[in-house]
């Protein structure tokens, strides 16, 4: 018995299928092109890192919070912080594209705020340096544009005391102290 061609047939050929799929494939390509140059990453990327910085910041004004509450002073050093005191089982790692460590400085030269917590921005390029200052610096003041130069930043002098006068009494901050010198500078009584 033959069937009769009536014209229609059902399915699609397997070079119909390697078509579209060529071309699907053609426009996804090119899309994920578009949007990723669209997508700035690496903005996102150093937005994360400055996130852990800030609460990592935070963690270290708790725990120098609690060490003046139970001994009376304020410490001589970060180490104070996780030593035999036990306030913090070890002093928060900076990402290694942020900075290098934690310090703590006992002479800021401000009356209300002796002491300050810094971390020296330490990356490869001045850009980068300026966006994580700028970005740093934004968390706490929303009209700070990401685009910073150096001159631009929060600092118009040699001292803290005339980067915190300039970021309108903030207790943390990011400020250029020279050229390819930036320093996150986080205030406590």
């Not at 937005?47 to 304020?74: H, M, P, S």
């Not at 594209?97 to 002479?107: I, L, S």
């Not at 903030?170 to 390819?180: D, V």
């Not at 010198?181 to 009584?189: C, D, G, N, Q």
């Amino acid at each position: 018995m033959t069937q009769n061609y009536t014209g229609m047939r059902k399915g699609i050929s397997l070079v119909e299928m390697i078509i579209a799929i060529i071309l699907f494939a053609t426009l996804a390509v090119i899309s994920l092109k578009y949007t990723k140059q669209y997508l700035n990453t690496d903005i996102q990327a150093k937005k994360a890192r400055i996130a852990a910085v800030t609460n990592q910041a935070t963690q270290l004004t708790q725990a120098y919070d609690i060490y003046v509450a139970e001994k009376g002073v304020a410490p001589a050093a970060i180490t104070d912080l996780n030593g035999s005191s036990a306030i913090m089982s070890a002093i928060p790692t900076v990402p290694s594209e942020v900075g290098a460590a934690w310090t703590f400085n006992a002479a800021t030269g401000i009356t209300a705020y002796p002491n300050a917590f810094e971390l020296a921005i330490t990356t490869s390029t001045t850009n980068s340096d300026e966006q994580y200052c700028a970005l740093f610096n934004r968390e706490f003041n929303a009209s700070v544009d990401l685009n910073q130069t150096e001159g631009n930043l929060i600092y118009d002098g040699a001292t803290t005391t005339l980067a915190y006068t300039a970021s309108g009494n903030k207790k943390a901050f990011c400020h250029s102290a020279g050229t390819n010198l930036f320093t996150i500078v986080v205030l406590v009584p």
